[in-house]
């Protein structure tokens, strides 16, 4: 038997056509590039729900630093109306009116006004923040509301005493 020469042998493991053809290294590419696109896709959603979600955290600190503002201050003792912008990306309307109860009758307490105690009302308290910048003139807002008892005279309330006795929960 006649032995082959060592060079004939290396070659063996490359032997002509080995490799990729073109058809190959096109649908490979193909394949990478609809992957990464997708990946893109995921990644710009993804972005698009961090900045919604963003937006909307920064519309309630915004109701509430004004809702704060508005029950901080002591001068608030009827209706009163603001509205105006925050920034570029907010406006804002502030509304105070006096607060109308579905069911007036269950808040009534014959003993009220016979304590001496001064005489309280309800203030009904609404901030609303509008987004500026929404496509197709689709309305976005964030509302907050709160109650705020009042008496007619300046004097110093103490509003959990005083809404126990409205609402007959007395010590």
Not at 26 to 31: D, M, S
Not at 68 to 96: N, T
Not at 151 to 157: F, I, K, S, V
Request: hydrophobic share 45%; proline share 4%; net charge neutral.
């Amino acid at each position: 038997m006649k032995s082959k020469p060592a060079s004939a042998v290396r070659r063996r493991g490359f032997q002509a056509g080995a490799g990729f053809t073109l058809l190959e290294v096109v649908v490979a590419t193909a394949v990478l590039a609809i992957g990464v696109a997708v990946a893109m896709q995921v990644f710009s959603g993804g972005l698009s729900n961090l900045h919604r979600i963003d937006m909307a955290h920064r519309a309630m600190s915004h109701a509430e630093n004004i809702m704060s503002e508005l029950l901080a201050d002591q001068d608030i003792r009827g209706p009163y109306h603001a509205s105006g912008d925050l920034d570029k990306d907010f406006l804002y309307e502030a509304q105070v009116d006096y607060w109308n109860d579905p069911n007036p009758a269950a808040l009534m307490d014959p003993a009220l006004p016979a304590t001496g105690a001064p005489q309280v009302y309800l203030l009904s308290f609404s901030v609303r923040i509008e987004f500026k910048n929404v496509a197709n003139n689709n309305r976005r807002y964030y509302q907050a509301y709160c109650l705020k008892a009042v008496t007619e005279d300046q004097g110093e309330l103490d509003t959990g005493d005083m809404l126990r006795r409205m609402l007959g929960r007395q010590r």
